[in-house]
């Protein structure tokens, strides 16, 4: 079946050590994103990727970048962790010609100690 | 950041009883979806509407795009246990940078 998928599924880190989450997609989108959920939250979009093409929010740290080495895959790297930061984060991909249909992976748990 | 009003907040209901929850919007959206978010999960999509006054069904499931395009509900009919979890609205706007603009979620428990 056609998916997304984001590993590792929960991810322990420490406060300031550099973490990256992984997100790879069958779909063939060419637009993957990444949101970050909080509890009791809905999802927050950081920033997603047209194609090659980089979007950031404006309200994303500085702390959060990406990369997208290929159209399958994408990558959250968090340079230095706060405690703030442990969330739930999402991968979604889409179509470009339907970029509101949304389609997410199962996320990763991400805790700071 | 804007947000959609999304109601009722929380749902305590007995298995077999109809849901109905609903989203509304200060703006004009072209796009309503409706998600189902399980704990520990992402989203999930259950449906998708793309026109104004568009009433589409997936099972259980009834969700109306309002004509005034600026509110969607959502059905569940029957409902049971694997119902739990918490039910997110989302707008689409081309104009609105290209992104989902989210409610804040109906958390929905059923009783067997």
């Known amino acids: 079946d056609a998916m997304v998928i984001q590993n590792p599924r929960y991810q322990v880190t420490q406060f300031g050590k550099p973490v990256t989450l992984s997100c790879s997609q069958t779909?063939?989108?060419?637009?993957m994103y990444w949101y970050q959920q909080k509890s009791s939250q809905a999802p927050k979009l950081l920033f997603h990727?047209?194609?090659?093409?980089?979007?950031n929010e404006a309200d994303t740290p500085d702390n959060f970048q990406s990369r997208r080495p290929n159209t399958s895959f994408c990558f959250l790297d968090i340079r230095s962790p706060g405690l703030g930061d442990a969330a739930m984060y999402l991968c979604?991909?889409?179509?470009?010609?339907?970029?509101?249909?949304?389609?997410f992976g199962p996320g990763t748990r991400l805790l700071v100690l | 950041g804007q947000q959609l009003n999304q109601s009722p907040q929380s749902m305590f209901i007995q298995e077999g009883e109809d849901v109905s929850m609903n989203c509304t919007s200060s703006?004009?959206?072209?796009?309503w979806l409706w998600y189902k978010q399980e704990p520990g999960e992402g989203p999930v999509l259950l449906i998708a509407?793309?026109?104004a006054g568009e009433l589409t069904s997936n099972g259980r499931l009834t969700a109306q795009f309002g004509i005034t395009r600026k509110d969607s509900f959502l059905n569940i009919s029957a409902s049971i246990p694997s119902d739990v979890g918490i039910y997110f609205c989302?707008?689409?706007?081309?104009?609105?940078?290209?992104?989902?603009?989210w409610g804040l979620g109906t958390s929905l428990a059923v009783n067997p």
């Open positions: 703006s004009i959206f072209n796009t």
């Open positions: 990727y047209y194609d090659k093409d980089f979007n």
């Open positions: 779909l063939n989108h060419n637009v």
């Open positions: 989302a707008g689409f706007n081309a104009g609105n940078n290209r992104k989902l603009i």
């Open positions: 509407l793309y026109k």
């Open positions: 979604a991909t889409s179509r470009e010609t339907r970029m509101e249909t949304q389609y």
